[in-house]
């Protein structure tokens, strides 16, 4: 279900784009994902800052202003009859030449869209599976490491790889052996009364639900240590957790050779509670 989208600024319920685009033909563009709570984006700034941020790195500017954004998602919920959603913005370099350098093109194609979603209930109340997987790994001097491309053919792989070894999620280490993150959510865990996760500088995103996460554990007397760590030390982890927009915390309950614990703990279900009470759900 797409319903009413918006493409560059004009709301419509036909969603097409040039066959030219560079979105389509190289994934030569950027996107975020951003969930709807009672028909509003949540932390729509956060999102959009990484969003510029990684415009910036592909050498092009955001052809919108954030209210403009900000007003058409509350249009389009409207619109679509959405209250609990998700919202996909994607901001492409448009239509060019034939082949990959970037000095003839057009100006920038920009699409949201907005649709229903609700969490996994048994995920989330049951936690996940996650399965290491080797033959993709997290370059921390890659100049998109922190860039959310819709070039995701490794998270494709990642995934997919995982799914076939009977897991939800993929365990993604850097390419010097540290845990980095799941295929599509960051890592956390927690040892006694610590909450850890892999730091930015081992390639991963710097996630939106991250940061608020890592905030309210800090605001609510959590002790939080972000590092670079060997996959052996979750052996000795007392929960585990993941995040990401949608799946908010996500308790996982197996690590394939190096976590198992069924059940949420105490510093997760404190962590989700607090996530809960921010969104206003």
Known sequence: MNGFVIINGRITENLKISLNDRGFTLGDGLFETIPLYEGLPFLLDEHLERLQNGAKKLWFSLPFEATMVADGIVALAKRNKVKR????????RGCGARGYAVR????????ITVNPYL????????????APIVDIRKDPKSPFA?????????????????????ADEALLTSLDGYLASLASANLF???????????LDCGILAGVTRGAILK?????????????????????????????SLIEVQTVKKI???????????????LSELYQKLTGA
């Open 104 to 111: 003839e093109y057009g100006d920038p194609t920009w699409i």
């Open 216 to 244: 309210l554990a800090l605001d609510n007397g959590v002790e939080v240590i972000e590092g670079k760590y060997n996959p052996d030390v979750l052996k000795e982890a007392d929960e585990v957790f993941a995040s990401n």
């Open 85 to 92: 959603g998700v919202v996909r913005l994607t901001l492409t």
């Open 146 to 166: 922190n860039v959310k491309s819709t070039s995701a053919l490794d998270k494709v792989y990642a995934m997919e790889t995982a799914k076939r070894k009977n």
């Open 189 to 199: 865990w927690v040892m006694g009364s610590v909450l850890y996760t892999p730091s």
């Open 119 to 130: 969490p996994d209930e048994k995920k989330q109340k049951d936690g996940i599976t996650v």
């Open 256 to 270: 394939t050779g190096l976590f198992e614990n069924a059940g949420n703990g105490a510093v997760t279900k404190k």
